[in-house]
Every structure is written in structure tokens, then in C-alpha cells.
């Protein structure tokens, strides 16, 4: 099998080089990660200038790792478009120093990595800690490790298989391989807290955007609920944003404001 592997906090992550080494013994891996940490990038795509890419070594000193100097999206794009000669079977983004959950998936560097890969096909997984700081990571990774070989038991990769994309937060346990893993759907959050401004050294007002807000809708079944009680949270996403209960509302509206000004 060939994996890929990405992520959004840059290349000497810790978390990046901990998936890598868990994920070694699956087969043969690719790792394209941003020269910068890139978190809350999105999906965003880099094209007003050129990118580059040199190899250079990971954290804890692992070779291979091809570096680009843009957007996590953009790590996916390249390799799968311009780079890589094969076709990966699956991609893998992270492991996050952080959790992507509820509204964050949205910004998400990590998910846009594994969104990236989805959109070409590809089966994608998102990892990340719940907590900041890599506290148990090594955990984190076994658990990692041990996701990805219970869902390619029940989803095997193939010709003509359907792609899937998968968000995984963990726990920040020493024993979280052997915690329960629950599939949730995404809770919600209240809005993010105020801008904070600041004056830089030349007297002039600058702004650093706020914290997240808290979680509004974490009730059972969400992945807020999951993870606040120890269990590991899988969430299958989805790319298409169509609000589809409301289409024939809309429709209804503004059929009849179409007919009313053509009357």
C-alpha cells in the first residue's frame, strides 16, 4: 500500500513524524508537509506565486520528508498532481497539535489536507489531539495506527471502491487505544471571541483574531460529547455544503418573486 501523509503545522512537528513511525510497518509512505506551521489555512489554494518543494528531515531527525512552502491543501495538490507517480490508496493529515471539531472542521488546515485527497478520490483520514501540548502522543499514534487498520478491515481499498473522509479526535490519555471510539456527527460552537488589538512597535493598530468560542451544541452524539468523556471521536464528513431540506422552500420563494415581477 502507499500512504501519504500530511499535515498543518509544518514539517517538524512532532505530530507528523509520530503518525509516520506508527504508520510505517502499512507500507510504503510519502510525507508532503508545509515548510510553515499553516494551521486555520482551510482549504485554501496557493495561486499568486509559485511553490517549491526541497526534502528535508523531520522531527527526531526522520529523511524523506518533501516540504513545500504553502498551504496544506496545497502540499495534497502538488503531490497528487505533479509529484508523485502513483496514485496513493490513502492519505492520512496529522496528528494535530489540537482538536478539530464542530465548527473548527471548517478552517481546518488538518481537514482541508485530508479534504484535499478525498476530492482526487483518495480515502482520507484526520487526526487530532484534543488537547494542545502533544501530552501523550505516542498514544495518540498507536490509536492512530490501530483506526486505520480497523477501517480498512471493514472498508477495503480496491478498484471501484467509493472514497471516504474520516475526522478522528483523540484523547489526550496514555490509555487511549483501549478507549471506546464512537462515531459522531459535528457539534457546534458559539461564535469566536472578539478580536484582540494591540499596538506594534511603530504606535499602529494591529488585530489577532480571537479564541473559539465554546461549545454550544456538544449534547450525545456530537464529537465534543464523545471526547469530553475519554472516548474517541470518528466523524464521516462530507464535501457538498447543499442545504438540501430547504431547497424547495427556496424554490417556492423565489419562483413566486420571479412571478411577481414578470406580472
Known sequence: MRILIANDDGYLAPGIAALVRACQDL????????????????????????LSIFEARGEGGLAGFRVVNGTPSDCVHVALTGVMDVKPDLLLSGINNGANMGDDTLYSGTVAAAMEGF????????????????????????????IVGQVLRER?????????????????????????????????????????????PRGETI?????????????EGTDFHATANGCVSITPLQVDLTHHAALGRWREQLAGAVAARGS
Open 27 to 50: 507500507g510504503h509512505i510519502d510525507v508532503f508537509a508545509p515548510e510553515q506551521n499553516a494551521s486555520g489555512t482551510s482549504n485554501a489554494l496557493t495561486l499568486n506565486r509559485p
Open 207 to 219: 488585530y489577532w483574531i480571537g479564541p473559539a468560542g465554546d461549545a454550544r451544541e456538544a449534547g
Open 119 to 146: 476530492l482526487f478520490g483518495v480515502p482520507a483520514i484526520a487526526f487530532s489531539l484534543v488537547d494542545k501540548g502533544w501530552a501523550n502522543l505516542d498514544a495518540a499514534a498507536a490509536t492512530a495506527r490501530a
Open 156 to 200: 477495503p481499498l480496491g478498484a471501484g471502491a467509493e472514497p471516504w473522509l474520516l475526522n478522528v479526535n483523540i484523547p489526550n490519555r496514555p490509555d487511549a487505544a483501549a478507549r471506546p471510539r464512537v462515531v459522531t456527527r459535528l457539534g457546534r460552537r458559539h461564535a469566536s471571541e472578539p478580536v484582540q488589538r494591540q499596538q506594534n
